[in-house]
């Protein structure tokens, strides 16, 4: 299969307390810098075969104006040919199966329909839109810029703009969320019928301010109106509580989004994501089943010939490495056999189908029934996964 490209925008309004993704405050010059920067590892990536699928996330794509977005876009179908190309059917072409997925994470509070609209006729054809809730205390207490309201007309938004496949990111176990709330926040979202829904749980990673928060609930700033780069944030107030709900009902609101989103015609395919037939993430899809992807940007990873990589995380060091023709490349691992085969039992685990023995033993030439006896006799005795020869592997939980 074709490889995808991944394309990195390590820059955001302001930093969400929960947030440990390579990203910084936006800055205007910095920001055309590192677009040129991109650019220019862009270019260096080897002619070959088509992409599959593109994805520009960050960070947040959209804190870039239109007309940067614009021309990074442009830049990208110039130097890449995409396997179906959509581009010959403007400007807003019906979003087909087998068509190539080319989407921009959006953050609520960084659109409004010019911007939409120049991205969509660039030829982006999937919006991943990063609501996390539909409920205006949660939002604030995350940090985030937008209120429930305003992610809710962006989604509009967007339809109207002609994103025919549009995704929104929802989190779940947020410190003082009720299931009662959570159920709230996913009857809003299948109300406005977007095509992808990912439901994610809040983990709490070590150097967040949510991290710091947790262990101390007086570090929780008070109201402010108005802020960094002219955006309006709300209160952070804390929405009821300042610790995690307890793990009994995390499992619960999981299992709620299962049940509540298949009963509406979402098609669980993965452990966080739901889509309605036919939208599935292809770009995420194939990071599940190990094709290969280029990685550009601040800290992106590449996954080519047998290789992972990375690009370093210091926006500093990778502005320098690229100004001077140099790779910005900090680690890499090259994956033997049986770690090809581990990689692909986890990886494929994840999505609900799970992986037949055929699929695992044509690309991988081993006999994983035998390879993995004792694991998967664990495993199953445990309860945590499903074989069967004709069957092959799932995972219980899914
Ligand atoms: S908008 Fe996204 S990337 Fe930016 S700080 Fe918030 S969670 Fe992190």
Known sequence: ????????IPFCLKR????DFVSGIYDPEKAKTYIEALKKEISRIPDGKPLSTLFIGGGTPTALSAEVLTDLIK?????????????INPPFPPFTEG??????????????????????????????????????????????????????QVVHLARDAGFENIGIDLIYGIPGQTLERWKMTLDKAVTLRPQHISTYELTVEERTELYEYLKNPSLIPPLSKGGDMGVTICRRAKPGGNTLPPEDMIIEMYEHAIDYLT?????HYEISNFALPCYS???NINYWDRGEYYGVGLGAH??????????????????????????????SESI???????????LGLRKTEGLTLKTLSDRYERDISRHYKKELEELMDAGLIEFSYSNGLRNSSN
Do not use: W
Request: overall charge negative; charged content about 25%; some cysteine.
């Open 1 to 8: 299969m074709s490889p995808s490209l991944y394309v990195h």
């Open 16 to 19: 969400c307390i929960y947030c």
């Open 75 to 87: 830049y990208i179908f110039n130097r890449f040919e995409f396997a179906h190309d959509f581009l």
């Open 99 to 152: 068509g190539s997925e080319l989407t921009i994470e959006a953050n609520p509070g960084t659109v409004d329909m010019d911007k939409l609209k120049a991205v969509r006729l660039g030829g982006i054809n999937r919006i991943s839109i990063g609501v996390q809730s539909f409920n205006d205390d949660e939002l604030s207490f995350l940090g985030r810029i937008h209120t429930s309201k305003e992610a809710e």
């Open 263 to 267: 009963s509406k015609g979402y098609v």
């Open 281 to 283: 993430c292809s770009h």
């Open 302 to 331: 590449s996954f080519i010939a047998g290789s992972r990589f990375h690009n370093t995380d210091n926006l500093d060091e990778y502005l320098d490495l690229i100004s001077k023709n140099k790779n910005a490349v900090k680690g």
């Open 336 to 346: 033997n056999s049986d770690m090809a085969l581990s990689e692909a039992i986890f």
